[in-house]
């Protein structure tokens, strides 16, 4: 098995002897995307004309439907059919049935029962002929329900509960320390609901092929919704194709599938056509899934010189009754500061809501609101800076667990960002700092965020022109994966970029983890270098075995793979003619990495911090961002930017759950108040004036073969504390 | 009450897109948006909302930036319209587009398409003068191209991935330093 020692040792990718590993090379796909020729789920051409599914949204939060009158819409001009409970399609009607022992998922059945457990959860489909026919008819669908008396929709954390999963962590004695500490900090925050909003709206294209189902679907991952649609169609998994080439975003609620994506396969089943079956923007805000509110308390304590001895942050949330999501806003704090006292932990409430699930960087994204303001108050208490205190606080071990840190270069991050943002200037006292109109302040705050990584596998080609094809289940939610793939295949390989070929998103590629969590370039660029590595040691020894070939009866130790060539010191060929003359139709092989063995030795994160100035009107109490940077270690950096994009974007989230981000339900109907991009306020270009990001140096040598770390959550994570500190700066007003 | 549903009303009528007269016939109800998409597949225009809230489905009518789902194809009978496919293709790609990868002003590139449309359409307009919410003097003859200016003008195109900072630095790139 792989230890994390294996990972420090010399490969391609720590070698970089082309330069290619790091480079700013342009996205792979980006012609395709700047032209509008990619195609995303639902602009997949079928093979003949599809029909048009759209859904109907239950009324009521919480009951069952009771009647469905639907002879005005199945009589509407061009309608194939209407399915509702009273009619669902023959499918897989357990939920989580498994016909299939060694399926990854279960089958997650459509209209299979009358209970409505959300607002606007899908409970009818009608389609037709014409998008415009589908959609007039969906409006004729009458149904009739029974809302339940007893629903809970609106949180109230007093009526939380244990949180399964992770309820509480304890650290010497909390309560007895928090109480001696000469100063404290005991304040509750708020975090509202907010929602994904990708800008492709969820989608699935499908048709069948014999007994063959291809579905184009807009989904993070691969090989689990594979496994689901085939316990829910009941057929066997490799009857099913599943493709997801071009994703328009994801940020965690494209991990989860929605109804379009069986009632597209079962419709075109059913009526012998391709169906495709897109979300409306309203139907992504209730009928998908959101970041849950939270409720979070911090106390912290500390001597006078600014040591902390005790630390507490409690997290209360609420989930869906049916689906117990847990947004572990707590958890990331047990990694950041020292303090010998700690108390960390979550409670829930289920609720007869939306369903609640991963949003970018779950957890942190909201527990460093928090915790990073709670920091801010306290350095205000003790008159230390903010960073001083931090700096006081630096733990050289896992506060909690005392792993060692794999690399971990916080401090690098403040020191460094302070210096080039002008966090000197800041006047610690709020409220001196003017320009015209405007209050001006400053405001820090730290990021950190888990670093993961995935068993994955990818196959590798070597074909007869010399391309190398890369072919893995992985996906590309704008993350950058298609581009990161193909440096690591070049690098891997010792071919320029022009000649790999990257091929991502079907199911019938080797397996991937997918896109979430930040352990997409991880897990399957880690693949992507076993793959390389297996073809090369496949291409030598069919090199060193071929009399035809000038490497014939060198060791096979011996053989280096550069500038596109088989290379024995001067002995060598090309790629292209060892393939030419063994094997024309190409050289395929399938690599596979996993986790070290002892990679839980260690405490591996991404790192950054983050500093803002922001005005603040003082008539109107508007704020307006004005300049932010971040600093970040995120170890190696694969390419200098597409990772600088993911960081700046994630620092946008968090200029959007500081300042405009923020979703209600209803009491009365438990619906999402914002259904649309007009009411919920995801940043526009207006709100983001000067904002950049930069990476420090690094390899983490004890995270992956790569030397990497996530890119793609980390930049969120504290973002918007930074914003609140710099509010209360300009203005003295806390933001909790 | 309901209003009985009859047999969709058809039109068929000419239009010009990416500098092809077509003649299209269609139900009456059909966006401009839809029309591209499902009946000319041309699917680079982007459906993010359909209610002309987020631009992705921004296309350029004349040289004016419009959202293609807030009207109906019937009502650009015998104007010409210019999608994302019409503004440049890989390999012949127009500078804007050119600017959008080397600035990397795209991630999951589903906005992008609109972007770009709006940008152009953009610069047009302050070429032409007309003035926005942020311009200081609305009586000057040219209106300096700030950074504000390009912010508060792209604001009507939502980028979920936030490459805000990116598309600014790709139309400034194109449209040159602030005067």
Not at chain 1, 332 to 339: G, V
Request: glycine share 10%.
């Amino acid at each position: 098995m792989t230890t994390v020692a294996d990972y420090a040792k010399p490969n391609p990718i720590h070698q970089n002897r082309q330069g290619i590993i790091g480079r700013a090379v342009d996205r792979y796909e980006g012609p395709l995307k700047v032209s509008g020729t990619a195609p995303y789920a639902y602009e997949v051409k079928p093979p003949s004309p599809p029909m048009y599914g759209v859904l109907v949204g239950a009324e009521i939060g919480c009951g069952e439907v009771i009647a469905v009158d639907d002879a005005a819409a199945a009589a509407a001009p061009g309608v194939a059919l209407v399915w509702h409970p009273f009619n669902a399609p023959p499918h897989q009607g357990a939920r989580g049935a498994k016909i299939y022992v060694q399926s990854l998922a279960g089958a997650e059945p459509v209209f299979a029962s009358k209970a409505v457990t959300y607002f606007g959860q899908p409970v009818a489909l009608v389609v037709a002929d014409t998008l415009e026919n589908a959609s007039a008819a969906a409006r004729l669908v009458r149904l009739s329900y029974n809302e339940a008396a007893e629903r809970d929709y609106v949180f109230d954390p007093a009526k939380a509960g244990p949180a399964r999963g992770d309820q509480e962590s304890r650290v010497g004695d909390f309560e007895a320390a928090f109480a001696a500490a000469p100063v404290k900090v005991d304040e509750t925050y708020t975090t509202p609901i907010q929602n994904h909003c990708q800008m492709e709206p969820c989608a699935t294209t499908a048709w069948w092929e014999d007994d063959k189902v291809v579905v184009h679907a807009s989904i993070q991952m691969i090989k689990q919704p594979q496994h689901l649609l085939a316990e829910t169609l009941m057929i066997d998994r490799k009857n099913v194709r599943l493709l997801s080439r071009y994703i328009g975003g994801g940020f965690g609620g494209k991990g989860s599938v929605y109804e379009d994506f069986a009632l597209a396969a079962l419709a075109a089943r059913d009526l012998g056509r391709p169906v495709k079956i897109a979300l409306t923007r309203q139907q992504m805000f209730n009928a998908t899934v959101h970041r849950p509110a939270t409720v979070q308390r911090v106390r912290l304590g500390a001597t006078t010189d600014g040591r902390l001895t005790a630390f507490a942050l409690e997290a209360t949330t609420h989930a869906a009754r049916g689906e117990p999501f847990l947004e572990r806003a707590a958890a990331f704090s047990r990694s950041l500061y020292a303090a010998p006292n700690r108390l960390t932990g979550h409670k829930l409430q289920l609720l007869d809501i939306a369903v609640a699930s991963a949003m970018r960087a779950p957890g942190e994204a909201v527990g460093m609101l928090s915790l990073e303001e709670a920091m801010d108050e306290l350095a205000e208490k003790l008159g230390l800076d903010p960073i001083e205190l931090r700096l006081r606080n630096e733990p050289d071990r896992h506060p909690e667990t005392g792993q060692p840190f794999s690399v971990r270069q916080l401090v690098e991050c403040m020191k460094d960002g302070a210096a080039r943002f002008g966090w000197e200037k800041r006047n610690p006292k709020p409220g001196q700092m003017r320009d015209g109109r405007w209050l001006v302040g400053l405001g820090m705050a730290t990021a950190i965020r888990g670093n993961f990584m995935l068993p994955a596998k990818a196959s590798m080609r070597a074909e007869a022109d010399g391309t190398i094809r890369l072919q893995q289940g992985m996906t590309d939610i704008g993350t950058g994966s298609y581009t990161i793939l193909a440096q690591i295949t070049a690098e891997t390989m010792g071919v320029p970029l022009e000649k790999v070929v990257v091929e991502i998103g079907d199911s019938g590629f080797s397996p991937a983890p997918g896109s979430g969590g930040q352990f997409g370039a991880a897990s399957a660029g880690s693949g992507a270098l076993a793959g390389g590595m297996a073809l090369r040691a496949k291409l030598a020894d069919l090199a060193i075995a071929d009399p035809a070939s000038p490497l014939y009866g060198a060791s096979a130790a011996a053989v280096d793979f550069r500038d596109g060539l088989i290379a024995v010191e001067n002995r060598s060929e090309t790629i292209a003619s060892l393939v030419q003359r063994l094997s024309p139709a190409g050289i395929e092989v399938e690599g596979a990495s996993a986790p070290a063995g002892d990679a839980r030795d260690y405490a591996s994160h991404s790192y950054g911090a983050h500093f803002a100035e922001v005005g603040v009107d003082p008539i109107t109490g508007e704020v307006r961002l004005r300049r932010m940077l971040g600093a970040f270690a995120c170890g190696r950096i694969l390419n200098e930017k597409t990772a600088r994009s993911q960081i700046t974007g994630g620092m946008i989230w968090g200029v959007g759950t500081a300042l405009t981000e923020q979703n209600r339900v209803d009491p009365r109907y438990g619906s999402l108040v914002a259904q649309d991009l007009a009411t919920y306020l995801a940043p526009v270009h207006a709100d983001i004036a000067n904002l950049d990001a930069y990476f420090l140096p690094e390899v983490d040598d004890k995270a992956n073969p790569l030397g990497i770390k996530g890119v793609g959550e980390a930049g969120i994570c504290g973002a918007g504390a930074a914003i609140a500190n710099a509010v209360y700066n300009a203005c003295g007003a806390r933001v909790r | 009450m309901d209003m009985p549903v009859r047999a969709a009303t058809r039109a068929s009528f000419e239009i010009t897109v990416n500098g092809e007269a077509r003649r299209v016939e269609v139900d009456l109800r059909t966006t401009l948006l839809d029309l591209l998409r499902e009946h000319l597949g041309l699917t680079g225009t982007k459906k993010g909302c359909d209610h002309g809230q987020c631009g992705a489905c921004t296309v350029l009518v004349g040289n004016r930036r419009i959202n293609a789902c807030l009207s109906l194809a019937i009502m650009h009978e015998g104007e010409s319209v210019t999608t994302i496919e019409g503004v440049g293709l890989p390999g012949a790609l127009h500078p804007m587009q050119v600017a959008f990868l080397d600035r990397d002003a795209f991630q999951c590139g589903y906005c992008t398409p609109g972007q770009i449309c709006s940008s152009l359409g953009m610069l047009a307009e302050v070429a032409r003068g007309e003035p926005s919410e942020v311009t200081g003097d609305l009586a000057a003859e040219t209106i300096p191209l700030t950074d504000e200016e390009i912010r508060e003008r792209m604001s009507g195109n939502i980028c979920r991935c936030s490459a805000y900072p990116q598309i600014r630095e790709a139309i400034r790139d194109v449209a040159g330093a602030p005067a």
